[in-house]
Every structure is written in C-alpha cells, then in structure tokens.
C-alpha cells in the first residue's frame, strides 16, 4: 500500500526541527529511521500531513560518556550502539540486547530516538530503558527537559512527549562498579516483536547480596513496564531460589498483558515469570 499524500520538511538544524514540530504539532511526525514510521504510513495507520526528517540535522547520532553516563543521541542506529566500544564497556546489557533486535536492515537504519517513540508494548527499547534507569532528553519550542523512562510511556505507542515536542537523546546512567545485564526474549520467529520480554540489570556482591536492580518488561500491558514491587523485593537481600521465586510472582502479579495473535494473557503472565527467572539464573552463574 502507499501511504496517504503528506508534505515533507527537511530541516538544517536541529532549532528549524523544532520550529516546524512547534508550528504543525499533532498533524506532523518525526522521520529518524524509519523502520516503525514508515510501515505504519503505508498501511494507513498513521496519516500524518506532515514529515519532518532529521536525517540531514548534524549532531543527532554521537555515541559517548558525559557525566558519568552513557548518551545517545536520537538518531544513533542500533547496529552502531550494538558495535560501540563505548557501549560494550559500559553498559553491556544493550549489545546483548540489540543482536536481538529485528533483522539487519531494521538494525543498520532504525534509531534509538524513533523506537523509543514508538512506544510498542512489544518493542525491545522499552524494557531496556527502564531496566537502566534512562532518562530521555526532550526538546520543543519551551525549552529542554529531561523524562524519566519510568514516567515516560503512558499506553500503548503513546509517551510523556508534548506534541511540538521531540526526542534528543537517550540518558543511561553508568554504574560506578561493573554489573551484569541479561536480556530474555520469546519470540515467534527470530527478529519479530516479543511474546515477553525481560531486561534485567544486577549489582551483586561476593556474598549473593543484591545491591541493586533494574527490571524492564516487554509484553506485559498496554506500555512497557519497570518491575518496581519486584525490584524491591530483591534490591539490598541475599539472593536465593525462594527469593527469586517470590520475585517472579510478584512480577507475575502486577503484569496485566492483553490477549493477541501472539498468546493469551495468562499465557504471557507465566512466561513473564518463567524468563525473569531464567535470566537471574544466567545472571548469577556468570556472577560465580
């Protein structure tokens, strides 16, 4: 299908994106990759009368530590975080991650920016975001500011973004002592949309003592979903069988997944809790 007539806008700079955003608001979208926008448009889905491209804006797609935290830009692609030696040296969890994600096209031409945007409750930025505590940088006609990833999906592909508002880069704290990251994914065929998903981040001292967590969801209700009754349940306790299992239940628990082509909601809820404890499984064998 082709997708309904629609004006395109290629901004210079990054301030002339956001006077276009700020002038056509909810009739305009943001194009960074691509690989969710544009199937959407040709099945009609989404019918923006405005495209604006920020493909040709200098400055979007660096890849660096600033502060003590991981930054990426919004348009950084994923196989080029994936490769980073940056990335792979101070947040492992994500190159684990993206080798999942989609196949190679979507990988060399999406964005972090775009996928997070997305917002699909079945993505694999989502869990991961709010596994690592990210925040996202925003930026509109008011000025910037910053969302924490907990704070920023709101439903199913909707977000805390403003209308006249776009995403500029993606925040991850950088723990000041290595952690392991686990990233458990059931799909249906390799490179589709999770079933669920689990982004799982520990610090685990030599004693089995778990000094902090981050738990991401993927196919657990209408949005991403950060575990934060299960992270708390496991944050500052020795870690155990019992523990592990008391955790998944409560995750288990506060997950409400909806029914499709993809299972059951009841189906979804077990393997939820199945894949978490997988991951903490794998997590503390590479921890011995």
Request: proline share 6%; hydrophobic share 45%.
């Amino acid at each position: 299908m082709y997708p309904a007539a629609f004006e395109y806008l290629e901004p210079a700079s990054l301030q002339q994106a956001v006077e276009f955003l700020g002038e056509r608001g909810e009739d305009a979208r943001i194009l960074a990759g691509g690989q969710s926008l544009v199937p959407l448009m040709k099945l009609r889905l989404a019918r923006p009368k405005y495209l604006i491209d920020l493909n040709r804006v200098a400055g979007l797609d660096h890849i660096e530590v600033r502060d003590g935290s991981l930054v990426l830009g919004a348009l950084a692609r994923h196989a080029d975080i994936e490769s980073s030696p940056i990335v792979r040296r101070t947040i492992p969890l994500l190159p684990q991650a993206l080798r999942r994600l989609g196949d190679c096209q979507v990988r060399n031409l999406g964005s972090v920016g775009g996928a997070v945007v997305e917002a699909d409750p079945a993505g694999d930025w989502g869990p991961l975001i709010l596994a690592l505590n990210a925040r996202i940088k925003c930026l509109g006609p008011r000025g910037e500011r910053e969302i924490e990833a907990g704070d920023f999906f709101t439903f199913a592909y909707s977000t805390a973004l403003q209308a006249d508002e776009l995403v500029r880069e993606i925040v991850i704290p950088i723990p000041n002592q290595p952690v392991l990251g686990e990233y458990v994914k059931l799909e249906r065929i390799a490179g589709d949309f999770a079933v669920a998903s689990v982004a799982l981040q520990a610090d685990i001292d030599s004693d089995g003592i778990c000094r902090d967590v981050g738990i991401g969801l993927a196919g657990a209700g209408a949005c991403p979903l950060k575990a934060i009754e299960a992270e708390n349940l496991l944050r500052g306790s020795r870690l155990s069988p019992e523990l592990i299992e008391r955790a998944g239940r409560e995750l288990e628990a506060r997950a409400n997944p909806i029914s499709d082509l993809r299972g059951s909601a009841e189906y979804k809820k077990e393997v939820l809790r199945v894949i978490f404890a997988r991951a903490m499984e794998q997590i503390i064998a590479r921890r011995s």
